[in-house]
């Protein structure tokens, strides 16, 4: 069992809802840096809470511009205690494909890069970051990629490393999250915990 985890499911259960009847969570950090892992294991922990990919949202002209869609689709909807429905980019076709179901759960996992953006962030219970320098992550992300998407990373770093200078996340940050070789360690972030 991973106490560092479950401790923090505790803690994450214990605050006050911050979009409507939800407390809204985002898992932020640099591509590669496993944050889709991290938050299936939470959303696990917090008795399988629904989990957002921000790259549902995404497409590959708006690698980062993707805070309207999701404040019209998802923040709306669950801020007034209803059911949100958003669209689900598929990055092979290239388009918009099918349409998922938000229940206003009480806890809502947002992960992606960029999660703990300036716009989300009003409506965050807490922000967790994954630490692990950017070098590193986009190293584990390209190897777990392959050749095939070179080219999509050649144009990734740059947009991202904009996308953080411009509105970084990491210093609003609630808790770090490093990962053991036998699970997460959590930290208090930068921004004091909630």
Sequence with gaps: MDHDLASLATRLHALPPSCGPVRLIAVDGHAGSGKSTFAGRLAGELGGAPVVHTD??????????????FADQILRPLSRGGTARYGVYDWVRGEFTEERELAPAPLVLVEGVGAGRRALRPYLAALLWMELASEHSWGRGRLRDGPGLATFWSGWIPAERAHFAADPSRPYADFLVHQTQVGYEVLMGPSGAP
């Design 56 to 69: 549902d949202l995404a497409t590959h002209e708006e690698l980062f511009a993707w805070s309207g869609r």
